[in-house]
Structure formats: structure tokens, C-alpha cells
């Protein structure tokens, strides 16, 4: 892939990570926060990746017999009666579960599919983007994971978080949820009131950020690693060393992608009982 | 070209320390597991599933702390940040 500006030389090893880095944006961004800048890339797999998702349940709804089911639909089941025998134990409140219980499907399922972008050879879809862009008057820029986009994992964590306000509220009334930001977790005395609510809001955003970090860390370091062991390959000429490196490539990715598989999994899984503890905790009264 | 260096061994150590701390943890969970395991099977599919969580938990500082060292070892920010020092 030529970096920027269609260098004539082929890329140095930091040009190549660089370039990968880069999100296909729609405007230069300025700083950390940056509203103005949307990134195209993950905008758009996150929500086809989405729809994709949705499809593929309703499909398994749609043909659902309470005969002896196929394959598929009998997936499906494990993995919704997985999600709701979680929710059953953690959320204890019926009628939130209705909402609680498929949201926490729906999390699962999309950031399973997400991270499993993953798993699609590092060069791929740039590559295909590396002829079609141009062509369509973009950059050639492309990030084909979008769980490795800080963007979109604040944006879940944050709607988590709006969440376990909305039951909180919902759950306690708003009284009740202020007596308890200000009383919850050394007492209910008038001077301790400033450090208790400090605590609460230090909790709300350390849960939030980490839960946000945790997915975009995970699947940013696997994509990096990918990159890393697609150089190994990269760097492949007729010599001793050159060949030990393709046959590394070749080993080094098989292994990485086999224990990715474990990671993705395991990353959704999380993000998924996260949310379920943190909506169970906006229903316990302190 | 000190920065170079610097960055390299911060880059081990940010692996490295990390590495220690989540294997530590990971290893006394997974022996704690197996241990109560051992104690009580009946409640082995239970614990797994908790098991399976906290390893996720431990291990996502670390994997954080990876993907920046590597950044870092692969796309070094600081070395821009110099190019753009007035001399």
C-alpha cells in the first residue's frame, strides 16, 4: 500500500502501520475530541455489520418450527436462551428484562460480528479500497474493524451508561436515586454528602471508560498484531532470511487468528455481561 | 535518536510489567478455579462462565497497555513531535 500522497518507493514498515492507522474520514481532525469528523469506515461497517446481524436472527425467527429444529435455528436458540439464562441471574426485575435481555443480545451479537472483522486478512478490503476509492474521488483510507475505533466503543459504553441513568430514575424515582448519589456508599450523614457524590461520579465514569477501553484496547492491539505479522510477510525475498520470515508469517498468523477467535468471543461476551451488571446495579437499592 | 531508545525500552516494559501483572492473576484465578472446581463439580459450569469473565477483565489492561507499546514501537508519536520543535 504507498502512503500518502502515492509515494513512488514502497513503504517503509511505520509508513505501512501509519497508513493502516488512518480512518477514512471526512475532514482533518484537530483534536482528541473532534465532533465535527465522522469516520466514514466504521460508520459504515458498524451499521451494514448491524443490519447484517438483525437480518440474520429474523431469518431464524421468521423460519422458526417448534418441531425438531435445523441447525441454524437451534444456534440461535442456544445463543438466545445463553443470553437470557445471564440476564435471568443478574437483572432480577421482569419487566425491565423485556428490554434488558434483548439489548443484551443485540450488544453480543453486533460486537461479536464486529470484531470479527477482524479475522478477514488484514489487506484485504484496504486493497479492494486501495483501487476503488480513488476512483470514487475518496481517500485511500480504510479501517475495516470498527470495535478498533475509540469512537464507536465510547459510543456503546456511553449509551450504556444512558441507560443505567434512564433505570435508575426509573427504578428508585428521581428522588430517590439523588439520596442515593448523595448517601450511597459511607452514609447517610450530612458531611459525608460531597464524598459521597464524588464517589458516585467517579464510579459512573470509570465504569463507562473502561468499558468503552477495554473492547476498543483489545481489538486496536489484535489489529496492530495483524499488521505486524502482515510485514513479517511483507518482507519476503529469495534468502534465508526472507523466506523464514514468510513461513513465520504464515505460522505467526494462524496462531494469532486461532487465539483471536478465542479473544473476539470473549471481548463480546464481556462488553455483554457489563452491561447486564451495570443495568442490575442501577436496580439495586443501597 | 535518544528518543528512539527510550521509546524501545518503555515499550518492553509497558509489555513486559504488563505481561507479569495479568499472568500473576491469571494464575492464581485459574488455580482458585480448579481448586473449587475440585471441591465442588456441580458447580463447575457456573464458575466457567464467571471464569471466562474475569480473564477478560485482567486481561484488558494489559492488552491496552500492548496496543500502545506497540504503537508506539511501530508508529512512533514523539519522533512527529520533535520534527515539529522550533530548532
Redesign the interface.
Known amino acids: 500500500m504507498a502512503a500518502q500522497g502515492q509515494a513512488s518507493h514502497a513503504p517503509t ?2 509508513e505501512y ?2 497508513h493502516h ?1 488512518q480512518h477514512l474520514q471526512t475532514g482533518k481532525q484537530t483534536g482528541v475530541v473532534d465532533m465535527s469528523v465522522m469516520n466514514m469506515d466504521s460508520l459504515f461497517f458498524s451499521i451494514s455489520l448491524g443490519v447484517l446481524g438483525c437480518w440474520l436472527l429474523w431469518l431464524a425467527a421468521r423460519k422458526a418450527t417448534s418441531g425438531v429444529p435445523g441447525r441454524f435455528q437451534a444456534a440461535v436458540e442456544m445463543l438466545v436462551e445463553m443470553v437470557d439464562s ?1 440476564a435471568k441471574g443478574i437483572v432480577h426485575n421482569a419487566q425491565s428484562r423485556k428490554l434488558v435481555a434483548p439489548l443484551a443480545l443485540t450488544v453480543f451479537v453486533w460486537i461479536f460480528m464486529m470484531n470479527a472483522m477482524d479475522l478477514l486478512p488484514v489487506d484485504l478490503l484496504p486493497a479492494i479500497w486501495h483501487q476503488a476509492g480513488p476512483a470514487l474521488g475518496a481517500k485511500d483510507y480504510l479501517r475495516v474493524v470498527p470495535t478498533a475505533d475509540l469512537s464507536v466503543t465510547m459510543g456503546l459504553s456511553l449509551s450504556v451508561l444512558l441507560i443505567c441513568l434512564y433505570y435508575n430514575v426509573k427504578i428508585k424515582g428521581l428522588g430517590g436515586w439523588v439520596h442515593e448519589l448523595f448517601s450511597a456508599p459511607f452514609g447517610d450523614k450530612w458531611f459525608l454528602y460531597p464524598v459521597n457524590f464524588l464517589m458516585q461520579i467517579i464510579e459512573f465514569i470509570a465504569k463507562t471508560v ?1 468499558h468503552g ?2 473492547l ?3 481489538m ?3 489489529e ?2 495483524f ?2 505479522i502482515a510485514l513479517m510477510g511483507g518482507a519476503f525475498v529469495f534468502s534465508a532470511t526472507g523466506i523464514a520470515l514468510a513461513i513465520g508469517h504464515v505460522i505467526a498468523g494462524t496462531v494469532w487468528a486461532i487465539f483471536h477467535i478465542l479473544i473476539i468471543t ?2 463480546a ?2 462488553f455483554m ?1 457489563l452491561t447486564l451488571v451495570y443495568v442490575g446495579q442501577a436496580h439495586d437499592a443501597h | 535518536m535518544e528518543v528512539i531508545s527510550f521509546v524501545a525500552l518503555a515499550a518492553g516494559l509497558i509489555i513486559g510489567l504488563g505481561a507479569v501483572g495479568a499472568c500473576i492473576g491469571i494464575g492464581i484465578m485459574g488455580g482458585k478455579y480448579l481448586e473449587s472446581a475440585g471441591r465442588q463439580p456441580e458447580l463447575m459450569g457456573e464458575l466457567q462462565t464467571k471464569m471466562f469473565l474475569l480473564a477478560g477483565l485482567i486481561d484488558a489492561a494489559f492488552i491496552i497497555g500492548t496496543g500502545i507499546a506497540l504503537w508506539f514501537a511501530t508508529a512512533n508519536p514523539f519522533l512527529a513531535q520533535i520534527a515539529n520543535l522550533p530548532k
Open positions: 514498515a511505520g502501520i501509519v492507522l445471564q473502561s477501553m477495554r476498543f484496547g483489545n486496536y492491539a489484535g496492530l498484531i499488521m505486524l470473549l471481548q461476551f464481556v455481561m
